[in-house]
């Protein structure tokens, strides 16, 4: 049989269906939601993103403000320009691009955003909290695979759920949540031996290793789902589209699965920070 399509741009729309009149209410009372964006350096792929996202708040008319910063720019520069932005009563949420270059500490700059603001998810505080259920918020790309299996009813509970990748902002936390709805987890990485055996094993699979049609079909046992938070050049995911569709029950596509559901999540968080700062509930 046919696997289940995953359609990311329609669990997208409903959350920004849902988003809409909580931004009027917002907006009646004075109010109006603004993300701010930094980024630095050229990466093209990071401009899209940014782009996208200060599209998405246009269309749902949110506020949105971007930083584009050179990419020769320092750390203590970096961390000047947050402190501003944490500073601002207009700015309900504040999304640093990764990745920055590499002589900037990013973990240091990513710390940098108040915990109130990090409706990215990216602070070592915010981790924290998420793990522990805290009510941080968290991070966008493992918001949007959490969603997208309560969106089409996905049974996690009890399920073996093989995680490929440990990067902070996806492979760690999405491995958090799901050990949050009682999935048993297995975190891989570049170092794990077997790979495809333990792949086997999965009644869920996240593919989330940042390295284009990684995860072939004959890894998956029959009828596993796939979750592809892949986004490599050429919108290519991390997943083998044609061969794991053969062997799965359920798949996201890419482009159209957790991507758009990322920038969806992103927004989502924004305006719940905006409701928290302004004490609207
Ligand atoms: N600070 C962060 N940096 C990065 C994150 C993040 O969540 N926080 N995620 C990725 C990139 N990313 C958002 O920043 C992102 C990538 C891809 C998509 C997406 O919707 N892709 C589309 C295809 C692209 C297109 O339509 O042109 C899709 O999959 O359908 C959204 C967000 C790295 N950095």
Redesign the pocket.
Known sequence: MNPLILD?RKVAQTVKDELKGQIDELQSKGITPKLATVLVGDDEASK??VQ?KANTCHKLCMASERVFLPEETTTEELLDVIQRLNEDPEVHGI????PVPSHIDERQAFDAISLDKDV?G?TSHGFGATTFQLGAYP???PAAILQVIDYYGLDVEGKHAVVIGRSP?LGKPVSMMLLNRNATVTICHSKTENLPEVVKQADIVVAAVGRPKFVKGDWLKEGAIVLDAG?NPG?IGDADYDTCYAKSSAITP????I??V??SMLLKHTVEAAQKQCKVS
């Open positions: 990311g899209t993103y996208m999304l640093l691009q990764h990215d990216v991070c966008c790309t902002i986004y919108n890419v482009p159209g699965g991507g758009p990322t920038i």
